[in-house]
Structure formats: structure tokens, C-alpha cells
């Protein structure tokens, strides 16, 4: 019952700016972990960042660009992305679990995804 759907994605320059969005239904919101994943082609998917309550985690490479928020009164976890990247070019989703983590075996729900395409 447990509904993730990620929205906000797009094609954007180098340098440019995208904000996602990830509306969360059918889950205790407030007290769950929330994580952005990421999968270009080819490649493994691979964390993002994450937020548990107050607590945020990022990868190293996204760090000091994307940011990760939630607004509880609405149920929606939001990933600030700027100066973005072509290496930022996959298909991103976002995921729940109740504890904090950076391993996609430990989540258990998905989204369909949302397309960051950054152009060179």
C-alpha cells in the first residue's frame, strides 16, 4: 500500500538546477527514512542522499550541491540539485526504509523514477 511518486525531473544545462519531489502515501511518514537513488545506463544504482528525521546523508560527490528536505505536513521529501552535472544524468528514485542507510537492498518501496537528463 506504500505509494512513492517521484516528479520535478527534466533536461537542464550544465550548471542548472532541478528540484525533485517525492510524495509519500500508505506509510508513517514523519518517522521514515527517506532516500534518493540513482541509475544511469549501464550502471549500478547508486545512493543519493537520505534524510531520517533531522538527519541527512549525501554521497560524496553530490555533496555541497544537492539537498535533501521534507516537508511532513505534506508527506513529500524534496532533492535540491544545483550545479548539476552530466555525470548527474540517470533516472532517479526515491525509496523508504526505517532505518538510515546507503545500501538499495535495505529499502523496501520504490518509485517509478524521474529522468535528470544534463546536457554539456
Known amino acids: 500500500q506504500v505509494q512513492l511518486v517521484e516528479s520535478g525531473g527534466g533536461l537542464v544545462q550544465a550548471g542548472g538546477s532541478l528540484r525533485l519531489s517525492c510524495a509519500v502515501s500508505?506509510?508513517?511518514?514523519?518517522?521514515?527514512?527517506i532516500g534518493w537513488f540513482r541509475q544511469a545506463p549501464g550502471k549500478e544504482r547508486e545512493f543519493v542522499a537520505a534524510?531520517?528525521?533531522?538527519?541527512?546523508y549525501y554521497r560524496d560527490s553530490v555533496e555541497g550541491r544537492f539537498t535533501i528536505s521534507r516537508d511532513n505536513a505534506k508527506n513529500t521529501v524534496f532533492l535540491q540539485m544545483n550545479s548539476l552535472k552530466p555525470e548527474d544524468t540517470a533516472v532517479y528514485y526515491c525509496?523508504?526504509?526505517?532505518?538510515?542507510?546507503?545500501?538499495?537492498?535495505?529499502?523496501?518501496?520504490w518509485g517509478q523514477g524521474t529522468q535528470v537528463t544534463v546536457s554539456s
Open positions: 534524510i531520517l528525521y533531522r538527519s541527512t
Open positions: 525509496t523508504i526504509s526505517s532505518e538510515a542507510s546507503k545500501r538499495s537492498r535495505d529499502y523496501d518501496y
Open positions: 500508505g506509510a508513517t511518514f514523519e518517522s521514515a527514512n
